[in-house]
C-alpha cells in the first residue's frame, strides 16, 4: 500500500499558476501511474491528468489542455501537477492516487484506484 500526501494548493488569481505535489511512501511511485483528480463543491470527482509508469506517457482531461502539465521524479518518489492559466473552473480539491495505467485512470469513475491521498485545495478567485 502507498501512502500519498498532496500539497501546493492555496488561493491564486485568474491566469496564475500553482504547482501541486504528490509525494509517496511505504512503496515506490515507479510501478505506478500516477492519476490526478479533481472534486469541485457539489459536483462528482473526476479525472484531470495521468503519467504512466512505463514510458511517461499521459493522460489530460480535454478542459486542461494547454494548461496542465503532469510529470513524475520517480527518484524524489514524487508525481506534480504543473497548473498555469488558472481559471474559476478550476477551484476543487485535487487528489492524487496510484493506478495500474493511465487507461484505467481515463475510465474514472468507473474503475477503482489503487491508493489514494488526501487532497489539497486549490481556489481560483479574484
Known amino acids: 500500500q502507498v501512502q500519498l500526501v498532496e500539497s501546493g494548493g492555496g488561493l491564486v488569481q485568474p491566469g496564475g499558476s500553482l504547482r501541486l505535489s504528490c509525494a509517496a511512501s511505504g512503496s515506490t511511485l515507479h510501478y505506478y501511474a500516477i492519476g490526478w483528480f479533481r472534486q469541485a463543491p457539489g459536483k462528482e470527482r473526476e479525472a484531470v491528468s495521468c503519467?504512466?509508469?512505463?514510458?511517461?506517457?499521459?493522460y489530460y482531461r480535454d478542459s486542461v489542455k494547454g494548461r496542465f502539465t503532469i510529470s513524475r521524479d520517480n527518484a524524489k518518489n514524487t508525481a506534480y501537477l504543473q497548473m498555469n492559466s488558472l481559471k474559476p473552473e478550476d477551484t476543487a480539491v485535487y487528489y492524487c492516487?496510484?493506478?495500474?495505467?493511465?487507461?484505467?485512470?481515463?475510465?474514472?469513475?468507473?474503475?477503482?484506484?489503487?491508493?489514494w491521498g488526501k487532497g489539497t485545495l486549490v481556489t481560483v478567485s479574484s
Open positions: 492516487a496510484t493506478s495500474e495505467s493511465c487507461t484505467v485512470v481515463a475510465t474514472w469513475p468507473y474503475a477503482d484506484m489503487d491508493d
Open positions: 503519467i504512466s509508469s512505463s514510458d511517461g506517457s499521459t
